[in-house]
């Protein structure tokens, strides 16, 4: 008796495993599609924000406004379930001996940012689509270290400047988050131009 009920057990699972295999099928693939989808979002996000740094060079007092409509673009058009937030630390010079900082805080909430640059510490919260913009000396042909923070984030920078070339110091933080996945990426790249 018992192992007549083991069998008809066995046979009624078997075949709810049967009956359900096409959508389980269908569901991991969608998954798969899902986190597939996002992770090219995700890298296309990055490097196209470095894009309009680039794109942006001729015209360097440009970068920070080109900077910003791009990202107000890609909140209001990219996926709605995904959690996009960016922090953006743009350095330049334009034939000076200052040195021009951007902060541009997309984080979706207002933060606490921090730069500390040749021994000077400025801090300030910033709420969402904030940009702050300052000017610090510094000695062409110098080498710095730059400490960036906001938030739990926190970052050592170099920046290399030249003696006879302008230059723009980018630093790019994203982070995407959706119900299956979260991803964050940071990097610094530094363009230097023909004076």
């Known amino acids: 008796m018992k192992a007549q009920a083991l069998i008809i057990f066995a046979v009624i699972v ?5 009956s359900t295999a096409p959508y389980l099928s269908s569901f991991s693939k969608s998954i ?14 990055f490097e196209e924000t470095f894009a309009s740094v680039e794109i942006s060079l001729n ?13 107000d673009f890609i909140r209001v058009k990219t996926l709605k379930e995904v959690s996009k937030e960016v922090a953006l630390l743009i ?12 902060i541009i805080n997309f984080l979706t909430y207002s933060s606490s940012f921090s730069i500390e640059f040749n021994q000077s510490l400025r801090s300030k919260i910033l709420n969402d689509r904030e940009v702050w913009e300052f000017q610090e000396d510094y000695t062409p042909g110098k080498n710095y270290t730059i400490y960036f923070s906001f938030g ?23 982070s995407l988050e959706s119900r299956n996945s979260v991803q964050r990426k940071f990097e610094q790249r530094i363009y230097y131009l023909n004076i």
């Open 14 to 18: 078997g075949l709810a495993i049967f």
């Open 32 to 45: 798969f599609w899902d986190i597939k989808v996002k992770e090219l979002i995700f890298e296309n996000m």
């Open 59 to 71: 015209n360097i007092s440009s970068i920070p406004q080109n900077l910003f409509n791009f990202l």
């Open 91 to 102: 350095v330049s010079n334009k034939s000076s001996s200052k040195l021009k900082f951007t």
């Open 152 to 174: 739990d984030n926190s970052f050592t920078l170099f920046l290399n400047t030249s003696s006879n070339k302008d230059l723009v110091f980018s630093f790019v933080f994203l």
